[in-house]
Every structure is written in C-alpha cells, then in structure tokens.
C-alpha cells in the first residue's frame, strides 16, 4: 500500500518500522514540529522525524493542519490508500478522514472503549489494571470513537511503571498495525462498533495529578506513582517545601493514627495512608536539594514521627 504515517514521540517508531519492514510504500511521514527543551532550551526534533531521516523518506512538520492548503494538496497528489495515526498529537480534520479509500487508521494504547484520550497508557496503570492492550481503529470525528478493527491484550506486571508498559505496547501495536494492513488489504477485517456506554476517559495528564492524596490507599498511592512515571511523578511537602517520592512501594502492615502522618521506623520512613495502610517513601528530594534515600534524608533533617505531610 502507499501510506501517509502520522506520528511524533518513540511510542510511534516501531510501527513506522514495521510497516516499511512489511513492504508497504510510506510516501510522507508526517510529525510534530521540532521543539525547545531541557536547561539550555535547545530545539530537539522528534523521534519519528529522525527514522524518516534515516530512511529518507519525506518529512513535513505543519505547525497547522485543519486550513492548511499547501499541506492538504501536498496528501492529494499523494493520494494513499490509507493514512495512519500513530501518536501523533494533533486531532486529524475531517478532510484527512474523506481522503484515503482505507480510512485513517489508528493505533491506540488501550483496549477501546476503555481509556479513550491522551493517556491511556497511564491511566491504566494509575488505576491498577491487571492487563491492557492496544487496538487499531478507524478515526472519526470524536475522541477515539471510531470502529475498532484489531484489539491485542497486554498483561501489566503489579511491579510495572507506565515507562515499561509503554515500551512493550509499542512494540506489540507495531506488530497489529501490520495485522491490520494485511486484513485491510485482503479485505477480510471488518470493522466493529464500540460500545460507548463501557467507554472511559483518560485525560491529559497535569502537574497536579502527581499531588498525592494521603486519604488514598498505600495501593492507590503506588499504582498513581507507577502510572505516572516519568511526569508528573509523586509529590508532597513537607515542612512547607516540596517533597518529592522518586521510589515508593506498599508497606503490607496496617497501623493506626493520623492520615498524612509519618512513621519512622530505623532508615525506613513510611506514611499513613487511608484505611491505614503504610507507604513506604524510599527515595526522596526535598525542592532545590539532591535525591536521597529515606536514611540519609532522615538524617539530614532530622524528620520524627508524627510529623505531617501535605500541610
């Protein structure tokens, strides 16, 4: 086939690769424009722009693509039998959707209708599921409403953070987009309906999701850090500074006492959560310091226990 691929950060690099591995004709690759990051605010292209490169195959980084002329006739002389959606981050307009005869297919991070929305990878973990998948899809005009065409299940491991669930997913989603071209092309997929009364949402992620709410369970509080591994992370303060939880894992002990209240125990230093479960602060940071250990930050500042966080 002769595709369009549509994608920006490393969740969409296997699948870019596996459908050239495949024999299909990637005639653009489409992707986010390069953007300043870090300390020294230097411009960094994305990683999907840089396997075109690689490749050569044509890329083109429109800061705009609803009214966008030129990028709109550059797709129609290319005329592609299908446009594919992979991580993209732009909301693909409705004559993107008319164009190609197969549809814009896209590859989602979760088993639809479950966790439709930005990240669905990390809202999965967040919530403590067991297993996920990724799924292909045609687009259409709503937020990851579309018919669905192939679904993979993925087990999540109870010790897995979002960083490792999203590298596994995005090797197993490489793999059901070839699948999904094969059965396309063969004309035997056919496309299914979702279920929109089982559908959930998984917003964007904000800073203020890395909050952590002490009333929670232990098992709350850990499966939200591992959800949200590398942002927004786990905070807190302490003292009236921020605190951040680098490391944490569920203490299987219950104790009585004031929620948010810390309990020391030799170098451990744990928290109390709701239904009086531990948490266990293994790694820490107080703002503007290094990162420690729960013994060597218990040392420094010479934390007791009782003393509260989230005041």
């Given at each position: 086939m002769k595709l369009v691929f549509c994608g920006t950060p490393q969740f969409a690099v296997p699948t870019l690769g596996a459908v050239i591995a495949a024999g299909h004709?990637?005639?653009?690759?489409v992707t986010q424009p390069d953007r300043a990051a870090g300390r020294g605010m230097e411009m960094h292209a994305p990683p999907v722009k840089w396997v075109a490169l690689e490749r050569g195959i044509p890329v083109v980084q429109p800061e705009?693509?609803?009214?966008?002329?030129?990028?709109?006739?550059?797709?129609?002389?290319?005329?592609?039998d299908a446009i594919l959606v992979v991580a993209y981050g732009r909301i693909i307009p409705q004559w993107m959707l008319d164009l190609p005869p197969l549809?814009?297919?896209?590859?989602?991070?979760?088993?639809?209708?479950?966790?439709?929305?930005?990240?669905?990878?990390?809202?999965?973990?967040?919530?403590?599921?067991?297993?996920?998948?990724?799924?292909?899809?045609?687009?259409?005009?709503?937020?990851?409403?579309?018919?669905?065409?192939?679904a993979q299940v993925v087990p999540i491991g109870l010790e897995e953070t979002a960083v490792a669930v999203y590298e596994g997913l995005a090797a197993v989603g490489a793999e059901l987009m070839v699948k999904t071209l094969a059965g396309l092309g063969e004309g035997c997929l056919y496309p299914q309906a979702q279920d929109h009364s089982l559908a959930t949402l998984a917003p964007i992620l904000t800073r203020e999701d890395g909050w952590m709410v002490f009333s929670r369970t232990a098992k709350e509080l850990y499966d939200r850090w591992r959800g949200f591994q590398p942002w927004p992370g786990a905070h807190t303060t302490l003292r009236g500074k921020k605190l951040i939880a680098h490391r944490v894992r569920v203490v299987h002990e219950s104790v009585g006492g004031e929620v948010g209240a810390l309990v020391v125990q030799g170098d451990s230093m744990l928290v109390i959560c709701g239904e009086k479960t531990l948490l266990e602060l293994?790694?820490?940071?107080?703002?503007?310091?290094?990162?420690m250990t729960a013994g060597e930050f218990l040392r420094g500042y010479q934390v007791r226990s009782g003393e509260r966080l989230g005041l």
């Open positions: 004709e990637v005639a653009l690759v705009k693509i609803k009214n966008n002329a030129e990028f709109r006739s550059q797709l129609e002389a290319i005329a592609p549809g814009n297919i896209n590859l989602h991070g979760s088993l639809l209708p479950k966790y439709r929305g930005a990240a669905p990878i990390q809202w999965a973990v967040a919530h403590g599921e067991i297993v996920t998948g990724v799924t292909t899809m045609r687009l259409d005009a709503g937020l990851d409403t579309g018919d669905m065409l192939l293994v790694e820490v940071q107080m703002e503007g310091k290094k990162r």
